[in-house]
């Protein structure tokens, strides 16, 4: 069967269906012997987002209603007995065939089609009514938070102030279905995942490690380490750009706060040497233990403990669930520096302002407060 270019309104509620359920854009144009740049073009009207299926309101006339009216009006009934016929407001009944041509040119159809015409009007979306509101949510996303962050920051920081309070789903929408006309096109560039298609499902996966000898097993863990009761545990990995290029991450457990590390390789003399270095930075309340996949880069990790007298525990093998807020991390690291990039060019300096892009962002984790917050915080009570 050959593919054709006009899609029609069956076909557009069965791409719909199949997207939401996670179906690819050209699998479901082989399912409806349709090309793929027809079916990218129905998703792109609305950014991805399904439009919500029209109904007609109960309050409104029905089709069968206006037929109603216009048999009464060949009749030459009066408008109260029809309203009472239908037990509608005599009112309703005037209106309606005064705004459709009046007693001699009323039609059930036409005025049935004009009035679901009219109601395609869209209303007018919240960040559209409160320009305070799209201001703020549209500098905190150049800043690159997320709209669950910025949804969650602003009902922390406005509790009292529903006016100031946005879902993370409307500003999803107001990006992507520009016709909204609220947020600038251009903001979808800070959104961690750079698509200009909002997909329905998306899943990351762990980086598994490799095994080394003389650990630690992470199940040997001080209690205060699991429930993050005190600052100063920290979980460690290396994330991997092209050509063999490296940054060490390190996250503290209690607050999120991430430390960003350049490395010229992965030789474990080189990452131990740049851990030590970076670890001794730390107030000596914060160097209290580091647990790492099993990793290679870390066969010299007596070396890191002499120098910092910080533990090292090593997590069970193929087990990256183990550091999951260091997991966590990498995955929002991407958002800079996505995978596939040369990081042999990245700064020290640069990654010193990304780390501080992360730590200054609320997290759900956190009740909407920023990891530099909380660590801040966590010190000045154990002084």
């Excluded at 740049?37 to 439009?51: D, F, K, M, Q, S």
């Excluded at 409104?60 to 037990?87: N, P």
Aim: glycine share 6%.
């Amino acid at each position: 069967m050959g593919r054709h270019s006009t899609v029609t309104a069956a076909e557009r509620e069965e791409v719909w269906r199949r997207y939401k359920a996670g179906e690819t854009v050209r699998r479901i144009g082989y399912a409806l012997s349709q090309r793929a740049t027809n079916l990218y073009r129905v998703l792109e009207a609305t950014g991805g987002i399904a439009p919500p299926r029209r109904s007609r309101s109960c309050r409104v006339l029905s089709f069968g209603e206006r037929e109603e009216i216009s048999r009464g009006i060949a009749a030459g009934e009066a408008f109260r007995l029809i309203a009472r016929r239908l037990r509608r407001a005599v009112s309703t009944v005037s209106q309606e065939v005064a705004r459709h041509g009046g007693r001699g040119r009323y039609r059930a159809s036409e005025a049935d089609q004009a009035a679901w015409e009219a109601a395609r009007r869209p209303k007018p979306c919240l960040l559209c009514r409160n320009r305070r509101l799209q201001r703020m949510v549209a500098v905190k996303l150049k800043q690159d938070w997320s709209p669950q962050q910025i949804a969650g920051w602003l009902r922390d920081q406005y509790p009292g102030d529903p006016e100031m309070w946005v879902s993370h789903e409307t500003i999803y929408r107001s990006l992507f279905v520009q016709a909204r006309g609220a947020l600038k096109k251009e903001l979808i560039g800070h959104l961690r995942s750079k698509r200009r298609l909002r997909r329905p499902h998306h899943a990351i996966d762990g980086r598994q490690g490799e095994r080394i000898f003389d650990v630690v097993s992470i199940r040997e863990r001080p209690a205060e380490v699991e429930d993050r009761a005190v600052p100063g545990h920290w979980e460690g990995d290396l994330v991997e750009g092209a050509r063999g290029t490296f940054i060490a991450t390190l996250v503290e457990r209690q607050s999120r706060f991430v430390i960003l590390v350049k490395l010229p390789d992965k030789t474990t003399e080189v990452v131990i040497n740049a851990l030590i270095k970076a670890v001794r930075r730390l107030p000596t309340s914060l160097r209290k233990s580091l647990t790492w996949d099993r990793g290679s880069e870390l066969t010299d990790h007596l070396k890191f403990t002499v120098a910092t007298d910080v533990k090292v525990y090593f997590c069970d093998p193929y087990s990256p669930w183990q550091r999951g807020s260091n997991e966590n991390t990498n995955g929002l690291l991407r958002q800079y520096y996505p995978k596939g990039t040369d990081l042999s060019d990245v700064t020290q300096a640069q990654l010193d302002a990304v780390a501080k892009k992360l730590n200054t962002r609320p997290r759900e984790t956190l009740a909407w407060k920023t990891p530099a917050h909380v660590l801040e915080s966590s010190v000045s009570t154990t002084h």
